[in-house]
Nanobody, 124 residues
Framework: QVQLVESGGGSVQAGGSLRLSCAASGYTFSRSNMAWFRQTPGKEREGVAAISIGGFSTYYGDSAKGRFTFSQDNAKNTVYLQMNSLKPEDTAMYYC?????????????????WGQGTQVTVSS
């Protein structure tokens, strides 16, 4: 059974940083395409960043470019999202996704597995 568990969310002031983690059981990240999404109430889940198998390539949504970094630690079977220069508009529930089925890396429909999410709140 695949289980993804996010952690690292919290409250931070604008300009601050957070590092989100996503640990997996029953699933090997090093052989998977992964992604981070975020969602605010009433809005569709938005792709933030994605990483290819083995971490050779990373992809970022416009909101994340230059500020967020997606990385992975294969030994720990954990992926990370380092978020710097946070803005109030980054406030959202952040989700880890795995099991990409191809197509758009930033389409939530293309992922089979999801974590429960971790809340990020950025105050001005």
């Amino acid at each position: 059974q695949v289980q993804l568990v996010e952690s690292g969310g919290g409250s931070v002031q604008a300009g601050g940083s957070l590092r989100l983690s996503c640990a997996a059981s029953g699933y090997t990240f090093s052989r998977s395409n992964m992604a981070w999404f975020r969602q605010t109430p009433g809005k569709e889940r938005e792709g933030v960043a994605a990483i290819s198998i083995g971490g050779f390539s990373t992809y970022y949504g416009d909101s994340a470019k230059g500020r967020f970094t997606f990385s992975q630690d294969n030994a720990k079977n954990t992926v990370y999202l380092q978020m710097n220069s946070l803005k109030p508009e980054d406030t959202a529930m952040y989700y880890c996704a795995a099991g990409w089925r191809g197509g758009s890396r930033f389409s939530m429909q293309q992922y089979n597995y999801w974590g429960q999410g971790t809340q990020v709140t950025v105050s001005s």
